[in-house]
């Protein structure tokens, strides 16, 4: 890990994960960065970029906000873009789509907060229009991810929806023309490009928390997110 991005803890006790993770990163040298609106990273052959910080927890409505302070993060790669909104509920969900207005739509969205009926409002999904999403949920968690709710409205849209507590490892292969490829234990499947261009390819690999970007070569370059199959899922 090159570097730990975080929402603004300055207001906030840090305690539990949270402090442990600093703790961490701070014993292994890692810097860590306060998130900001519009701040970009170059990986591999695209860009991530942190398109909400969190929220307040005025706007987050509630006595416990933690959920509202994830990063809401966009992956962009030629024609391919990846959504990943964290634990984010309904009303950092209402100001991320106030804030960008027919400018969500991606070609993958993970799920937030693993697929919670708390989160993945309708008026999201339709802006962001993803082809496929993926929740990440452990198996027989605690907290019942992914909501029947969800579920349905993800069959309601149309929407390719699929679960690690199920699926197990799921990879999606994007190329930069906006073609993807998700493949798992079980079944491979090909998703078409929404608008052909460069032919550069980027590896997409929802499958843990930790995050590393190796970039094996030139044209050939990828994000691996772990997503652990435990009894958890909140």
Same mark, same amino acid.
């Given at each position: 890990v090159q570097t730990l991005l975080t929402p603004d803890l300055s207001e906030? #006790?840090?305690t539990g994960q949270t402090q442990r993770t600093l703790q961490t990163a701070q014993e292994c040298g890692v810097p860590v960065e306060t998130a900001y609106t519009g701040q %970009?990273?170059?990986i591999g052959t695209g860009t991530l970029t942190v398109l909400l910080p969190g929220v !307040? =927890? !005025?706007t987050a409505g509630? #006595?416990?906000a933690t959920n509202d302070m994830s990063l809401c993060l966009r992956f962009e790669a030629g024609n391919f873009t990846f959504l990943d909104t964290g634990d984010a509920e309904? /009303?950092?969900e209402a100001a991320l789509a106030e804030q960008y207005p027919f400018r969500l739509r991606s070609t993958v969205f993970k799920a937030g907060h693993h697929g919670s009926s708390t989160s993945n409002t309708q008026t999201l999904l339709w802006q962001v229009q993803p082809q496929l999403v993926v929740a990440s949920c452990g198996l027989n968690n605690d907290y019942g991810h992914p909501h029947r709710e969800v579920i349905q409205e993800? %069959?309601?849209e149309g929407i390719d929806f699929y679960r690690t507590d199920l699926y197990g490892t799921v990879t999606v292969t994007a190329q930069a023309d906006g073609s993807c490829r998700r493949q798992n234990s079980r079944t491979k499947s090909w998703l078409p490009p929404r608008n052909p261009r460069q032919p550069d390819s980027v590896c997409l690999t929802p499958v843990s928390r930790q995050v590393s970007?190796? =970039?094996r070569s030139k044209s050939f /370059?990828?994000?691996e997110i772990e997503e652990s199959n435990k009894n958890t899922g909140g």
């Open positions: 906030t #006790d840090v %970009q990273y170059t !307040d =927890a !005025d509630s #006595d416990d309904r /009303n950092e993800m %069959q309601d970007v190796p =970039a /370059n990828w994000v």
